[in-house]
């Protein structure tokens, strides 16, 4: 089962989520990884602190072109729908920070002028944390296109009884890539008026996936009535409530997991992890084995 925490704008408490939901499946005997889709500013292990044993480049391919055997006939530039390459009579020009490395202008190309080479533009790493397997990508600095990267994190993954997929903020083509084929999008928001519009941009966005959704709604005391009733509206379920605490904010300043130091929340989330599996085989999934224990 692939569970993705994703959230409409930055800092909401979508990673605290996300790995303390992991750090509780844990201690209940789950078979999990997480995987941190955030590519370009990763930071789910700050919090796990795992030990990386492996390390992998991330590349895409970019096209390169035979120019003395180049037409002129401009189909690679017609058929790039990221305007990645242009052809001005002989000259190809290509731009390689718009090039999503589909491949389709060497497909196309009549004359078979353009071959690819591979263009690193960033780094897997892999590794275990408190028992959990963990895998992080790293966008290189400079690098504007996040989703290859995150094709190939998913793709290194390892087959686990619960896969969680720790995604970028905002609605963008980085979080589409993320939820795709996954099972359930957990919104971690908060409510403010800044939150709701974020969080309803998400749900325009899953809507389209046709991925159901539910919420977490963090600070839950801190706004007003708003999110709950356009929850209500949109048949979306509230998942759990974390509260406006303190301690959550000073654990989480150290880099600690609310579960492991505040012993009080543990039930939060195991509760949230219940409705979760709830919501799932509503939605007529399967819940995964070895998830029932204790967390206390």
């Given amino acids: 089962m692939k569970i993705a925490f994703a959230s409409g704008k930055g800092g909401t408490g979508k990673t605290t989520v996300a790995v303390n939901v992991a750090y509780i499946l844990q201690q209940c005997g789950a078979d999990v990884q997480l995987l941190d889709c955030d590519v370009e500013e990763p930071n ?27 037409t002129g006939c401009g189909v690679c530039a017609d058929y790039c729908e990221f305007n990645a390459i242009t052809v001005f009579k002989s000259t190809v020009i290509i731009f390689p ?3 999503h490395g589909c491949g389709v202008c060497a497909w196309f190309c009549p004359e078979r002028i353009i071959t690819e080479t591979d263009r690193p533009i960033g780094v897997i790493e892999g590794g275990m944390a408190k028992g959990i397997r963990f895998l992080q990508g790293r966008l290189n600095i400079g690098e504007v296109i996040a989703p290859p990267m995150i094709r190939q994190v998913k ?16 609605n963008s083509c980085p979080l589409i890539e993320a939820v795709r084929d996954t099972d359930l999008v957990i919104l971690v928001s908060e409510p403010t008026p800044f939150g709701l519009y974020d969080l309803s941009l998400t749900v ?14 963090n600070r839950c005391d801190i706004g007003n009535d708003e999110l709950y009733l356009f929850c209500r509206q949109e048949n979306i379920p509230i998942l759990a409530e974390i509260p406006h605490d303190r301690r959550i904010a000073e654990s989480y300043s150290r880099g600690g997991l609310i579960s492991e130091e505040l012993p009080e929340y543990r039930e939060l989330f195991a509760s949230l992890w219940e409705n979760v599996l709830a919501l799932v085989m509503e939605k007529g999934g ?8 204790t967390a206390s």
């Fill in 155 to 170: 793709e290194q993954a390892q087959a686990a009884a619960v896969t969680l997929i720790d995604c970028p903020p905002g």
């Fill in 204 to 217: 325009a966005s899953l809507k389209e996936l046709g991925l159901p959704a539910g919420v977490v709604v």
């Fill in 97 to 99: 920070e718009l090039c």
């Fill in 44 to 70: 789910a292990h700050l919090f796990l602190q795992p030990r990386m044993d492996r390390s992998i480049p991330a590349t895409v391919k970019r096209p390169e072109a035979a120019e003395d055997r180049c």
């Fill in 286 to 293: 399967q819940p995964p084995t070895a998830r029932r224990g």
